[in-house]
T-cell receptor
Framework: GDSVTQMEGPVTLSEEAFLTINCTYT??????LFWYVQYPGEGLQLLLK?????DKGSNKGFEATYRKETTSFHLEKGSVQVSDSAVYFC????????????FGSGTRLSIRP | DVKVTQSSRYLVKRTGEKVFLECVQD?????MFWYRQDPGLGLRLIYF???????EKGDIPEGYSVSREKKERFSLILESASTNQTSMYLC?????????????FGPGTRLTVT
């Protein structure tokens, strides 16, 4: 079945460092891809999305490009801030039921001042 | 903005109690979902609903039931709470039209069963 694999955390970086969180997927068909973020004590928020190959999603300085040839959707940010400390989830729509989303296991990111 | 609200942020119940978790969305979304989130296990889908009075089992439905009598409200019921149901419960909703189907989440209910 469809699945998402993302890099395990925790990831700890210094403020202003470059961030990459890797995400690869296995899917039937052409899913939409998402990155969600969960700040401490809160629910998940949609960070960005991409609906077709070569689309780039972006928001709040974060970017991710839908790479069909490598089945990847890596999250990047050029200069992280302490406020970016959170858990990040990569996800895709489920081919068997387009209203369902399959989530990766999450990557905890901590930023040191 | 889409708003998904959950009835409680924190809840403490005793083993064997019947527990109701309520979720309301204000965007006329067709689809609603209940997940539980546990350390190391990510999000696991318990039940979802794509229409009023319709429900589908997710990956871990055992020990849970749901009710959707109105479009905006989706309830998760623990018929007889057990300690292994201590968890964070997240509700989400999404539109039934379009292609992207992104889900919008509530703040979560942290349930402790003692």
């Amino acid at each position: 079945g469809d699945s998402v694999t993302q890099m395990e955390g925790p990831v700890t970086l210094s403020e202003e460092a470059f961030l990459t969180i890797n995400c690869t997927y296995t899917a039937t068909g052409y899913p939409s891809l998402f990155w969600y973020v969960q700040y401490p004590g809160e629910g998940l928020q949609l960070l960005l999305k991409a609906t077709k190959a070569d689309d780039k999603g972006s928001n709040k300085g974060f970017e991710a490009t839908y790479r069909k040839e490598t089945t990847s959707f890596h999250l990047e940010k050029g200069s992280v801030q302490v406020s970016d400390s959170a858990v990040y989830f990569c996800a895709l729509t489920d081919y068997s039921s387009a209203s369902k989303i399959i989530f990766g296991s999450g990557t905890r990111l901590s930023i040191r001042p | 903005d889409v708003k998904v609200t959950q009835s409680s942020r924190y809840l403490v119940k005793r083993t064997g109690e019947k527990v109701f978790l309520e979720c309301v969305q204000d965007m006329d979304h067709e689809n609603m979902f209940w997940y539980r989130q546990d350390p190391g296990l990510g999000l696991r889908l318990i039940y979802f609903s794509y229409d009023v009075k319709m429900k589908e089992k997710g990956d871990i439905p055992e020990g849970y039931s749901v009710s959707r009598e109105k479009k905006e409200r989706f309830s998760l019921i623990l018929e007889s709470a057990s300690t292994n149901q201590t968890s964070m419960y997240l509700c989400a909703s999404s539109t039934g039209t379009g292609r992207t189907y992104e889900q919008y989440f509530g703040p979560g209910t942290r349930l402790t069963v003692t």
